[in-house]
Protein backbone atom coordinates (compact mmCIF):
# COMPACT_ATOMS: atom_id res chain seq x y z
CA UNK A 1 0.00 0.00 0.00
CA UNK A 2 2.75 2.29 1.20
CA UNK A 3 4.83 1.48 -2.54
CA UNK A 4 1.16 2.48 -4.11
CA UNK A 5 1.29 6.13 -2.39
CA UNK A 6 4.74 6.51 -2.67
CA UNK A 7 4.74 5.80 -6.58
CA UNK A 8 1.25 7.93 -7.35
CA UNK A 9 2.79 11.26 -5.46
CA UNK A 10 5.88 10.60 -7.75
CA UNK A 11 4.40 10.30 -10.93
CA UNK A 12 2.35 12.99 -10.15
CA UNK A 13 4.06 15.88 -9.03
CA UNK A 14 7.74 14.81 -10.52
CA UNK A 15 7.05 12.77 -13.57
CA UNK A 16 4.03 14.13 -15.95
CA UNK A 17 3.93 17.93 -14.62
CA UNK A 18 7.42 17.62 -15.85
CA UNK A 19 6.08 16.14 -19.19
CA UNK A 20 3.26 18.49 -19.90
CA UNK A 21 4.92 21.24 -19.34
CA UNK A 22 8.50 20.41 -21.39
CA UNK A 23 7.53 18.23 -23.75
CA UNK A 24 3.72 17.87 -24.53
CA UNK A 25 4.23 21.68 -25.65
CA UNK A 26 1.73 21.52 -28.27
CA UNK A 27 -1.50 20.55 -26.59
CA UNK A 28 -0.43 21.93 -23.42
CA UNK A 29 -0.09 25.44 -24.98
CA UNK A 30 -2.58 25.20 -27.82
CA UNK A 31 -5.99 24.11 -25.21
CA UNK A 32 -4.74 25.76 -22.56
CA UNK A 33 -6.34 29.18 -23.36
CA UNK A 34 -9.86 27.85 -21.82
CA UNK A 35 -10.39 26.10 -18.47
CA UNK A 36 -13.22 23.89 -19.67
CA UNK A 37 -11.25 23.17 -22.63
CA UNK A 38 -8.32 22.03 -20.51
CA UNK A 39 -10.07 19.87 -17.89
CA UNK A 40 -11.80 18.11 -21.02
CA UNK A 41 -8.70 17.56 -22.49
CA UNK A 42 -7.27 16.81 -19.26
CA UNK A 43 -9.50 14.29 -18.67
CA UNK A 44 -9.22 12.26 -21.48
CA UNK A 45 -5.46 12.30 -21.29
CA UNK A 46 -6.17 10.39 -17.99
CA UNK A 47 -8.41 7.99 -19.76
CA UNK A 48 -5.36 6.95 -22.05
CA UNK A 49 -2.84 6.97 -20.01
CA UNK A 50 -4.57 4.84 -17.36
CA UNK A 51 -5.19 2.31 -20.07
CA UNK A 52 -2.35 2.65 -22.24
CA UNK A 53 0.08 2.01 -19.34
CA UNK A 54 -1.00 -1.51 -18.18
CA UNK A 55 -1.08 -2.72 -21.53
CA UNK A 56 2.42 -1.39 -22.43
CA UNK A 57 3.25 -3.25 -19.44
CA UNK A 58 1.78 -6.31 -20.04
CA UNK A 59 3.05 -6.27 -23.26
CA UNK A 60 6.68 -5.26 -22.29
CA UNK A 61 6.19 -8.20 -19.73
CA UNK A 62 5.66 -10.74 -21.78
CA UNK A 63 6.42 -9.59 -25.43
CA UNK A 64 9.30 -6.95 -25.60
CA UNK A 65 11.99 -7.46 -23.03
CA UNK A 66 14.33 -10.17 -23.21
CA UNK A 67 13.19 -13.50 -22.60
CA UNK A 68 9.89 -12.51 -22.17
CA UNK A 69 8.52 -14.95 -24.37
CA UNK A 70 9.70 -17.66 -22.29
CA UNK A 71 6.18 -18.59 -21.79
CA UNK A 72 5.53 -19.67 -25.36
CA UNK A 73 8.55 -22.79 -24.86
CA UNK A 74 12.45 -22.97 -24.01
CA UNK A 75 13.34 -22.25 -27.77
CA UNK A 76 11.89 -18.65 -27.98
CA UNK A 77 13.73 -17.65 -24.47
CA UNK A 78 16.54 -16.13 -25.97
CA UNK A 79 14.56 -13.89 -28.27
CA UNK A 80 14.75 -9.79 -27.39
CA UNK A 81 11.88 -7.96 -28.99
CA UNK A 82 12.38 -4.52 -26.89
CA UNK A 83 13.47 -3.23 -30.54
CA UNK A 84 9.84 -3.07 -31.37
CA UNK A 85 9.04 -0.73 -27.96
CA UNK A 86 8.41 2.02 -29.43
CA UNK A 87 6.37 0.43 -32.63
CA UNK A 88 4.33 -1.07 -30.09
CA UNK A 89 3.68 1.58 -27.53
CA UNK A 90 2.59 3.64 -30.33
CA UNK A 91 -0.07 1.26 -31.80
CA UNK A 92 -1.42 0.68 -28.20
CA UNK A 93 -1.83 4.82 -27.24
CA UNK A 94 -3.19 5.29 -31.17
CA UNK A 95 -6.08 3.03 -30.64
CA UNK A 96 -6.79 3.90 -27.27
CA UNK A 97 -6.89 7.23 -28.42
CA UNK A 98 -9.37 6.78 -31.74
CA UNK A 99 -11.55 5.31 -28.99
CA UNK A 100 -11.71 8.52 -26.95
CA UNK A 101 -12.35 10.67 -29.70
CA UNK A 102 -15.46 8.16 -30.79
CA UNK A 103 -16.76 8.34 -27.24
CA UNK A 104 -16.19 12.57 -27.09
CA UNK A 105 -17.93 12.60 -30.32
CA UNK A 106 -20.79 10.73 -29.38
CA UNK A 107 -21.23 12.01 -25.96
CA UNK A 108 -19.90 15.68 -26.13
CA UNK A 109 -19.61 17.27 -29.36
CA UNK A 110 -19.41 20.93 -28.08
CA UNK A 111 -16.08 19.53 -26.45
CA UNK A 112 -15.08 17.21 -29.42
CA UNK A 113 -15.44 20.54 -31.35
CA UNK A 114 -13.41 22.31 -29.40
CA UNK A 115 -10.61 20.02 -28.81
CA UNK A 116 -10.55 19.90 -32.87
CA UNK A 117 -7.23 18.55 -34.25
CA UNK A 118 -5.51 18.10 -30.80
CA UNK A 119 -7.62 15.42 -30.01
CA UNK A 120 -6.71 12.83 -32.06
CA UNK A 121 -3.28 14.03 -31.93
CA UNK A 122 -3.00 12.74 -28.37
CA UNK A 123 -1.96 9.68 -29.69
CA UNK A 124 1.99 11.49 -30.67
CA UNK A 125 1.77 13.68 -27.38
CA UNK A 126 5.02 12.75 -25.69
CA UNK A 127 3.32 12.82 -22.53
CA UNK A 128 1.48 9.63 -23.17
CA UNK A 129 3.99 7.67 -24.61
CA UNK A 130 6.87 9.23 -21.63
CA UNK A 131 4.64 7.53 -19.18
CA UNK A 132 4.75 3.95 -20.96
CA UNK A 133 8.47 4.64 -21.37
CA UNK A 134 8.83 5.85 -17.52
CA UNK A 135 6.91 2.97 -17.25
CA UNK A 136 9.13 0.60 -18.52
CA UNK A 137 13.23 2.50 -17.47
CA UNK A 138 11.65 1.98 -13.84
CA UNK A 139 10.30 -1.39 -13.95
CA UNK A 140 7.43 -1.25 -12.19
CA UNK A 141 7.03 -4.72 -10.74
CA UNK A 142 3.01 -5.39 -10.88
CA UNK A 143 0.39 -4.84 -13.12
CA UNK A 144 -1.50 -2.73 -10.31
CA UNK A 145 1.49 -0.66 -10.12
CA UNK A 146 1.74 0.18 -13.90
CA UNK A 147 -2.35 1.39 -13.44
CA UNK A 148 -1.40 3.64 -11.07
CA UNK A 149 1.50 4.87 -12.33
CA UNK A 150 -0.85 5.70 -15.89
CA UNK A 151 -3.77 7.06 -13.71
CA UNK A 152 -1.48 9.29 -11.07
CA UNK A 153 0.57 10.30 -14.50
CA UNK A 154 -2.84 11.53 -15.89
CA UNK A 155 -4.02 13.65 -12.75
CA UNK A 156 -0.12 15.29 -12.98
CA UNK A 157 -1.09 16.04 -16.71
CA UNK A 158 -3.96 17.10 -16.34
CA UNK A 159 -3.08 19.67 -13.24
CA UNK A 160 -0.24 21.20 -15.42
CA UNK A 161 -2.69 21.81 -17.83
CA UNK A 162 -5.55 23.31 -15.63
CA UNK A 163 -2.65 25.48 -13.90
CA UNK A 164 -1.52 27.18 -17.34
CA UNK A 165 -4.97 27.40 -18.76
CA UNK A 166 -6.44 29.39 -15.33
CA UNK A 167 -3.50 31.45 -15.53
CA UNK A 168 -3.98 32.39 -19.05
CA UNK A 169 -7.71 33.61 -18.43
CA UNK A 170 -6.44 35.62 -15.72
CA UNK A 171 -3.82 37.25 -17.91
CA UNK A 172 -5.77 38.03 -20.33
CA UNK A 173 -7.04 40.98 -18.74
CA UNK A 174 -3.66 41.82 -17.48
CA UNK A 175 -1.65 44.77 -18.75
CA UNK A 176 1.02 42.32 -20.09
CA UNK A 177 3.73 44.61 -22.46
CA UNK A 178 2.93 44.16 -26.16
CA UNK A 179 6.00 42.17 -26.94
CA UNK A 180 5.30 39.74 -24.46
CA UNK A 181 2.04 39.17 -25.14
CA UNK A 182 0.38 35.79 -26.29
CA UNK A 183 2.60 33.12 -26.15
CA UNK A 184 5.82 35.58 -24.91
CA UNK A 185 4.39 35.61 -21.51
CA UNK A 186 2.64 32.15 -21.90
CA UNK A 187 6.25 30.53 -22.35
CA UNK A 188 7.67 32.40 -19.24
CA UNK A 189 5.22 31.18 -17.54
CA UNK A 190 5.45 27.62 -18.66
CA UNK A 191 9.39 27.74 -17.93
CA UNK A 192 8.29 28.89 -14.44
CA UNK A 193 5.99 26.39 -13.38
CA UNK A 194 8.20 24.20 -14.75
CA UNK A 195 11.00 25.19 -12.06
CA UNK A 196 8.33 24.60 -9.35
CA UNK A 197 7.68 21.01 -10.37
CA UNK A 198 11.13 20.16 -10.54
CA UNK A 199 11.78 21.83 -6.71
CA UNK A 200 8.95 18.70 -6.20
CA UNK A 201 11.57 15.88 -6.74
CA UNK A 202 13.99 17.04 -3.49
CA UNK A 203 10.68 16.80 -1.67
CA UNK A 204 9.59 13.26 -3.02
CA UNK A 205 13.04 11.52 -2.89
CA UNK A 206 15.00 12.97 -0.07
CA UNK A 207 14.11 10.02 2.45
CA UNK A 208 15.10 7.29 0.33
CA UNK A 209 18.05 6.39 2.00
CA UNK A 210 17.69 4.39 5.03
CA UNK A 211 19.04 5.66 7.99
CA UNK A 212 22.13 4.33 9.95
CA UNK A 213 22.14 2.51 13.04
CA UNK A 214 23.27 4.70 16.30
CA UNK A 215 26.21 2.25 16.68
CA UNK A 216 27.15 2.48 13.35
CA UNK A 217 27.73 6.35 13.23
CA UNK A 218 29.36 6.41 16.52
CA UNK A 219 31.98 3.64 15.80
CA UNK A 220 32.47 5.47 12.34
CA UNK A 221 32.96 8.90 14.16
CA UNK A 222 35.88 6.74 16.78
CA UNK A 223 37.27 5.96 13.54
CA UNK A 224 38.10 8.91 12.03
CA UNK A 225 39.05 10.14 15.87
CA UNK A 226 41.82 8.08 15.96
CA UNK A 227 42.67 8.12 12.47
CA UNK A 228 43.03 11.72 12.43
CA UNK A 229 45.12 10.94 16.08
CA UNK A 230 48.05 9.29 14.57
CA UNK A 231 48.15 11.79 11.66
CA UNK A 232 48.41 14.44 14.32
CA UNK A 233 51.07 12.43 16.31
CA UNK A 234 53.16 11.79 12.81
CA UNK A 235 53.26 15.20 11.95
CA UNK A 236 54.89 16.42 15.54
CA UNK A 237 57.47 13.33 15.07
CA UNK A 238 58.12 15.29 11.78
CA UNK A 239 58.61 18.51 13.33
CA UNK A 240 60.74 17.49 15.85
Not at 39 to 46: C, N
Not at 146 to 160: C, E, K, P, R
Request: net charge negative; hydrophobic share 50%.
Amino acid sequence: MIEHIELFFKSIFIDNMVFAVFLGMCSYLAVSKKVATAVGLGAAVIFVLAITVPLNWLLDQYLLQPGALSWLGEEYVDYDLSFLSFIMFIATIATMVQLVEIVVEKFSPSLYNSLGIFLPLIAVNCAILGGSLFMQSREIESLGLAFNYGVSSGIGWFLAILAIAAIREKIRYSNVPAPLRGLGITFIITGLMGIGFLSFGGMLTGGDEEEKPATETVLEVEKIETEKAKELAENTKTIE
